[in-house]
């Protein structure tokens, strides 16, 4: 009964491969969203989609695309990966109300790329 | 200036004492704050919400909010070591996504 949960939980891949990450939630929320978290442990934003609908894309290189089949899946597929694109790759939904936005996080997918 | 902005420690206190953890943030137009904690190799977890100016208590936990200082705090009384972690400050304008600060680590000694 996991609320959000991604997959897989770790990948290990070499530069220039192209790769997806996964991502489900049983919450009914509207809103998923996609962060990174870098080696320093910041946790920035890089897509959102409310009800399949992409909502925010902040500056991410063309090489990552979202892609929202129905409102409880965002999956995320990187082409030609960099090793700069090694990170922690978390999944959250919310369901805003007002301005509330509380995030519930997936378990994070850790991507190695050699 | 970053949106968020938070000492990243590492922040060490004994066991049984306060640890006072600050964020302080650029938008004066944010309008919920929020604290998750992330254990190391952990998904962030929310620990406190706080919307208005003044203070908010859950158990060992108070958030303060000062919208004119644009200035969050989280204090943790009788701090345990499974305390220990990092905190993440975080705040939402209608909009956008939650934005985070790069987190303090907090150390609780035994």
């Known amino acids: 009964d996991t609320a959000v949960s991604q997959t897989p939980k770790y990948l290990v891949t070499q530069m220039g491969n192209d790769k997806s990450i996964k991502c489900e939630q049983n919450?009914?929320?509207?809103?998923m969203y996609w962060y990174k978290q870098d080696s320093k442990k910041f946790l920035k934003i890089m897509f959102s989609?409310?009800?399949?609908?992409?909502?925010i894309n902040e500056t991410v290189p063309n090489r990552f695309s979202p892609k929202s089949p129905d409102k409880a899946h965002l999956n995320l597929h990187i082409n030609s990966l960099e090793l700069g694109d090694s990170a922690v790759y978390f999944c959250?939904?919310?369901?805003?109300?007002?301005?509330?936005?509380?995030?519930?996080f997936g378990s994070g997918t850790q991507l190695s790329v050699l | 200036q970053k949106e968020v902005e938070q000492n990243s420690g590492p922040l060490s206190v004994p066991e049984g004492a306060i640890a006072s953890l600050n964020c302080t943030y650029s938008d004066r137009v944010s309008q919920s704050f929020f604290w998750y904690r992330q254990y190391s190799g952990k998904s962030p977890e929310l620990i406190m919400s706080i919307y208005s100016n003044g203070d908010k208590e859950d158990g060992r936990f108070t958030a303060q909010l000062n919208k004119a200082s644009q200035y969050v705090s989280l204090l943790i009384r009788d701090s345990q070591p499974s305390d220990s972690a990092t905190y993440l400050c975080?705040?939402?304008?209608?909009?956008?996504?939650?934005?985070f600060g790069k987190g303090t680590t907090l150390s609780v000694s035994s």
């Open positions: 959250a939904s919310s369901h805003p109300t007002a301005s509330n936005e509380k995030l519930f």
């Open positions: 975080a705040v939402n304008r209608a909009g956008t996504a939650l934005i």
């Open positions: 919450l009914g929320h509207d809103t």
């Open positions: 989609y409310n009800n399949k609908e992409l909502i």
